[in-house]
């Protein structure tokens, strides 16, 4: 199985950068997945990293660490509508995806 | 249709009832998913589909089934609902098992009494 762990929530000022760290155990890895999901939505894709390394799309940019199991998002330029919940995913080597709970992001102004 | 269609929108159930949470994707897609959502928890796989005719458990499969008679349709079934079934039910898809992207439903808010 596996086990994904993120913070609960966190909380930035508009224009600000946000850095959400996820950690896993797996018993099989096939990629890394980060998708967003606003309050009362269906969660929508953000990035895939499967080797190491950093994917820059835009104002968000994730990394993954394969020997030590770590990956983040990274939030640039923070904007009002970033408010959402991120999740992190593991797919392992059955193509399945496991989820972590998610981290809340608040945006202040 | 445009994407992927869950319905219905909410449920309220009595417990022991037979249920059926029906989703349906335009996409062509080969893949489907059934995940639940709890607070707290994040999502978890029930049930998915590689192909039309095949299916396969996920991480908490008991009290669902799921049947994949044709590509578009993959609806979810509780057999004899309990409380603890009450969550948020998201539909997903995907091209193949392999590719990296899933597209999600609306969901499905399920309670059952």
């Known amino acids: 199985g596996q086990n994904i762990d993120q913070p609960t929530e966190m909380t930035a000022t508009e224009g600000a950068i946000v850095q959400i760290n996820c950690t896993y155990q797996t018993s099989g890895f096939n990629g890394l997945f980060w998708y967003q999901q606003h309050a009362g939505e269906a969660p929508t894709f953000l990035s895939y990293n499967v080797l190491d390394g950093l994917e820059e799309k835009g104002r968000f940019s994730s990394f993954l660490s394969r020997s030590k199991g770590y990956s983040y998002l990274l939030l640039k330029e923070l904007q009002m509508k970033d408010s959402a919940s991120y999740l992190c995913?593991?797919?392992?080597?059955?193509?399945?995806?496991?989820f972590g709970a998610g981290t809340t992001v608040t945006v202040r102004a | 249709i445009a994407g992927i269609t869950q319905a219905p929108t909410s449920q309220i159930l009595a417990a022991g009832r037979r249920m059926t949470l029906r989703c349906t994707q335009d996409m062509r897609h080969n893949a489907m998913y059934w995940y639940r959502q709890d607070l707290g928890l994040g999502l978890r796989l029930i049930h998915y589909s590689n192909t039309a005719g095949t299916t396969g458990k996920g991480e908490v499969p008991d009290g669902y089934s799921v049947s994949r008679a044709n590509t578009d349709d993959f609806p979810l079934t509780l057999a004899s609902a309990v409380p603890s079934q009450t969550s948020v039910y998201f539909c997903?898809?995907?091209?193949?098992?392999?590719?990296?992207?899933?597209?999600f439903g609306p969901g499905t808010r399920l309670t059952v009494l």
């Open positions: 995913a593991v797919r392992d080597n059955d193509y399945k995806l496991s």
């Open positions: 997903a898809s995907s091209p193949g098992l392999e590719v990296d992207e899933q597209f």
